[in-house]
């Protein structure tokens, strides 16, 4: 596990500490990064949480800390969100476990840097088929086992890539574009006892993400100063950000994405400073 994978010292409830009291979340991706800060703060509001992905030691070693930090309780499972058989599977034990899933996270997702010209079509699928394909497999299954009957809420984590067209991440953009396409259909499909929403953060530091994506060399206080906000964002905000669509805070959104980039989207790069001398 990433050294970044730990618990908060201090956390801030600016929500009521039993907003999510007896909920369970499930969360893909949940073992490091945004979701498992994601986790920890759902966890600190009193919700119980499964959270799944390939490596079954990471999601335990990081359920083993979100129990110990939070007293509530973890289940970690293992599952490839591309091959359903696994999905169900870990869906079964989940509900098996905690006998109901009220909130699903999808956050599950593949990235890395490489021009559309040099993309080959098994890597364009595979990034399609983690975060798009995933997406979908996950959401479907806990649809089917749970959701249809008793309602939820899902969350999606997206970005903001396809919002100008970032290069070097065409896949990456296509397939967050294409989840937040999936969260209106399904929003209208599916309700009115699922809700289904998106976050889409901007550059947050500390993360797999932003490791991948540059953020650790040289350009990153260039970066920093095209975001109207002028810092990067942290997990905290993406995990509270996610409180608001988990609870009944949100009751009359679906559909919806929010972005939580500082702004950042906006400006596309362009330096704040070139404005502050106007
Ligand atoms: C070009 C690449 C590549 C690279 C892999 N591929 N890495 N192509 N540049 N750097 C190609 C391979 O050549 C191959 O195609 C195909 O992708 C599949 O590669 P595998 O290694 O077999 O895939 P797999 O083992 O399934 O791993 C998936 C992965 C890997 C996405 C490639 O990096 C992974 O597991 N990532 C999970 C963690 C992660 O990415 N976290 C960051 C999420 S952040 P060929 O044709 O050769 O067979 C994020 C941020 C979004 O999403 C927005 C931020 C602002
Ligand atoms: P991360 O730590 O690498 O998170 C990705 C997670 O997905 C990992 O825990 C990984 O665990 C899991 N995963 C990958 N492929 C999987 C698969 N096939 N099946 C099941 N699980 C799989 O990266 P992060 O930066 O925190 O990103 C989290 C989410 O935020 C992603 O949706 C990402 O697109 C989004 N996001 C991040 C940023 C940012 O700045 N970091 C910006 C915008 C959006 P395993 O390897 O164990 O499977």
């Known amino acids: 596990m990433n050294e970044d994978d730990t618990c908060l010292e201090t956390y801030k409830h600016f929500f009521a500490r039993d907003l999510l009291r007896n909920k369970v979340a499930f969360i893909t991706g ?9 986790a920890e703060i759902f966890m600190r509001h009193q919700c119980n949480v499964v959270i799944a992905s390939r490596k079954l030691e990471r999601v335990e070693s990081a359920a083993k800390k979100l129990r110990d930090a939070t007293g509530q309780r973890c289940l970690a499972v293992q599952l490839d969100v591309r091959n359903p058989t696994d999905v169900n599977v870990a869906i079964e034990k989940a509900i098996k476990e905690f006998g109901k899933i ?27 088929s983690i975060d798009t394909l995933g997406t979908f497999n996950v ?33 990456a953009g296509a397939a967050k574009a294409a989840i937040e396409a999936m969260s209106r259909h399904l929003a209208v499909e599916w309700g009115p006892n699922i809700r289904i929403n998106c976050i889409a953060p901007g550059p947050i530091e500390r993360t797999e993400g932003f490791r991948r994506l540059g953020g650790a060399s040289a350009v990153k206080d260039a970066y920093q100063e095209t975001i109207p906000l002028q810092r990067f964002g942290t997990r905290e ?4 950000a996610c409180l608001y669509f988990a609870s009944d805070v949100s009751s009359y959104t679906t559909g919806a994405t929010l972005v939580v980039d500082g702004g950042s989207w906006m400006t596309s790069g362009t330096p704040m400073k070139t404005f502050s001398k106007l």
């Open 30 to 38: 949940g073992g490091s990064g945004i979701c498992f800060r994601i």
């Open 102 to 128: 009220d909130i699903l996270v999808n956050g599950a997702a593949g990235n890395f840097l490489c021009p559309a010209s040099n993309l080959t079509a098994n890597g364009f699928k595979t990034v399609i």
């Open 139 to 171: 959401s479907k299954a806990i649809y089917d086992k749970w959701m249809m009957e008793h309602g939820g809420t899902i969350i999606n984590i997206t970005a903001t890539l396809h919002y100008t067209g970032v290069p070097m991440q065409m896949h």
């Open 237 to 240: 905000e993406i995990a509270n």
